[in-house]
């Protein structure tokens, strides 16, 4: 009874008790319903379909339910916490956070360059950083991603003292999804950059923080594989130009 209470909540039947409930369509052909009935006249009913569940009220449609959608026309839904599978919006499938690394913890290893760093704010590290990545690349692999037709990926990107046009790149299974330059100071007046700038990190040089990460590309397979990298020259000082990434997602 227990089910039926949320039901008779959902279609307003909440204020009195249902005065009869009548099983309708009971040839093994026909289409079963159940019709909560209140006095002569038809409250509600919920009705098998081919693909799921109908409730109605006073003939309107109130709610569908099925194993892959749960709709509910015109119905506000007032919850302090909802948990779903997969959630669709205007039948438009929304993205699931599926993984996510703030990287305040030295973790187990599963990036092939795995040091931290952080900005003056202590416990707020990330990946990489002043004096640790320059001209390098850290890369990790993940598994069992569960069915899925697209892959988003966001992060954060740290752009750390002397940086003189070079870029920093993401790619999705050895394809580049995602490159952003970045020079220290792109005018001709460098103590004015110098005077303006934000200094957050290493050496006494503005730094860039936080410029967005995003990309987005078809993908289904069970694993996928991320790598950072930059143009910096191999073997340059990684305490003259640095990179880091910071809070890394991985929606589906």
């Given at each position: 009874?227990?089910?039926?209470?949320?039901?008779?909540?959902l279609?307003?039947?909440?204020?009195?008790?249902?005065?009869?409930?009548?099983?309708?369509?009971?040839?093994?052909?026909?289409?079963?319903?159940?019709?909560?009935?209140?006095?002569?006249?038809l409250?509600?009913?919920?009705?098998?379909?081919?693909?799921?569940?109908e409730?109605?009220?006073?003939?309107?449609?109130?709610?569908?339910?099925?194993?892959?959608?749960?709709?509910?026309?015109?119905?506000?839904?007032?919850?302090?916490?909802?948990?779903?599978?997969?959630?669709?919006?205007?039948?438009?499938?929304?993205?699931?956070?599926?993984?996510?690394?703030?990287?305040?913890?030295?973790?187990?290893?599963?990036?092939?360059?795995?040091?931290?760093?952080?900005c003056?704010?202590?416990?707020?590290?990330?990946?990489?950083?002043?004096?640790?990545?320059?001209?390098?690349?850290?890369?990790?692999?993940?598994?069992?991603?569960?069915?899925?037709?697209?892959?988003?990926?966001?992060?954060?990107?740290?752009?750390l003292?002397?940086?003189?046009?070079?870029?920093?790149?993401?790619?999705?299974?050895?394809?580049?999804?995602?490159s952003?330059?970045?020079?220290?100071?792109?005018?001709?007046?460098?103590?004015?950059?110098?005077?303006?700038?934000?200094?957050?990190?290493?050496?006494?040089?503005?730094?860039?923080?936080?410029?967005?990460?995003?990309?987005?590309?078809?993908?289904?397979a069970?694993?996928?594989?991320?790598?950072?990298?930059?143009?910096?020259?191999?073997?340059?000082?990684?305490?003259?130009?640095?990179?880091?990434?910071?809070?890394?997602?991985?929606?589906?």
């Amino acid at each position: 009874m227990a089910g039926l209470a949320w039901l008779a909540a959902l279609l307003g039947l909440a204020q009195g008790a249902p005065s009869g409930v009548a099983v309708v369509g009971s040839s093994p052909n026909a289409a079963g319903s159940i019709a909560f009935t209140s006095g002569s006249s038809l409250g509600a009913s919920i009705s098998a379909t081919g693909t799921g569940l109908e409730v109605r009220r006073s003939g309107f449609l109130r709610a569908s339910l099925s194993d892959d959608v749960a709709s509910f026309p015109g119905t506000d839904v007032h919850v302090n916490e909802l948990n779903v599978g997969r959630l669709s919006l205007a039948q438009v499938q929304q993205w699931a956070l599926w993984h996510f690394d703030s990287f305040e913890t030295h973790g187990s290893g599963e990036w092939s360059q795995n040091a931290r760093s952080s900005c003056n704010v202590a416990g707020d590290s990330f990946l990489g950083g002043h004096c640790n990545f320059a001209g390098t690349n850290t890369s990790r692999r993940f598994s069992g991603l569960p069915a899925h037709k697209k892959v988003k990926v966001k992060a954060r990107a740290h752009f750390l003292d002397e940086w003189e046009g070079e870029s920093l790149m993401l790619q999705v299974n050895g394809r580049t999804a995602w490159s952003q330059s970045h020079s220290w100071c792109p005018g001709i007046f460098r103590w004015k950059c110098e005077k303006l700038g934000l200094d957050s990190c290493g050496r006494e040089t503005p730094d860039r923080l936080s410029a967005k990460v995003e990309a987005v590309l078809e993908h289904g397979a069970p694993e996928l594989e991320l790598s950072f990298s930059s143009t910096l020259a191999p073997g340059s000082d990684a305490c003259r130009a640095s990179w880091g990434i910071d809070d890394l997602s991985i929606e589906l």
